[in-house]
């Protein structure tokens, strides 16, 4: 069965500064797909990033990127630069690419929060 | 970009009515979503749709949660009938075919109460 987990409850940084979201993951497919998310105070959910099973290399997005470790099943979501604007809830999502259902299955979320 | 539009914003009513929740996907995506939020957390997956049918539901879609898209209108979540433990912030979701890689396009939610 799929499973996603955000251990961080809560984060806080500086602005400007670069922060890691941790997430991992469980699945018996071989082919999978991750996916960040951020839901913004107003409740508006957003995709972020997707890395693909597949592919060796971080997937990058503006100033988002991802630390993709297959080994370990962890996708963590990197922020660099951050600005007041970034503090929302992230979730990380994944869903298997050989289900014949496309469940998307998210974790708990971590809430980001980005002082002056 | 494409929006989902999810009406009412919020739903008050009492234990034991009927509520219907609405859902106008994002024109040309076939494949819809329900999640389920309680207090900010995690998004629980509830049920996905595809072709008029349900592919796959979850735990939490009791036996009083239907869905619907009657003739490509709304597509519906119903209660009925409700329970206080129903009371949480349900999201809409379409994707345009559903295949995996696909991103999904999340409505604001509805925020329903149940009394």
């Known amino acids: 069965a799929q499973k996603v987990t955000q251990t961080q409850t809560s984060i806080s940084v500086m602005e400007k500064t670069t922060v890691t979201m941790d997430c991992v993951y469980e699945t018996r497919d071989s082919s999978y797909f991750l996916f960040w998310y951020k839901q913004t105070a107003s409740g508006e959910i957003v995709f972020l990033i997707r890395q693909d099973s597949y592919k060796k290399e971080n997937a990058t997005e503006g100033h988002y990127s991802l630390n993709f470790q297959k080994p370990k099943s962890s996708i963590g979501l990197i922020i660099t630069a951050t600005q007041i604007e970034d503090s929302a809830v992230y979730f990380c999502?994944?869903?298997?690419?050989?289900?014949?259902?496309?469940?998307?299955?998210f974790g708990t979320g971590t809430r980001l929060q980005v002082l002056p | 970009g494409p929006k989902v539009l999810q009406i009412p914003s919020h739903q008050i009513i009492d234990m034991g009515q009927m509520v219907t929740l609405n859902c106008d996907p994002v024109?040309?995506?076939?494949?819809f979503y329900w999640y389920k939020q309680i207090l900010g957390q995690q998004m629980e997956f509830l049920v996905n749709?595809?072709?008029?049918?349900?592919?796959?539901k979850s735990k939490l879609f009791k036996d009083q949660f239907s869905v619907e898209r009657p003739d490509g209108s709304y597509f519906t979540l119903k209660i009925q009938p409700t329970a206080l433990e129903d009371s949480a912030v349900y999201f809409c979701?379409?994707?345009?075919?559903?295949?995996?890689?696909?991103?999904?396009?999340f409505g604001s939610g509805t925020r329903l109460t149940v009394l």
């Open positions: 024109s040309n995506h076939l494949y």
């Open positions: 999502a994944m869903r298997e690419a050989i289900s014949n259902t496309n469940k998307v299955v």
């Open positions: 749709f595809y072709n008029g049918k349900v592919m796959e």
């Open positions: 979701a379409s994707s345009p075919t559903g295949a995996s890689a696909e991103t999904l396009y």
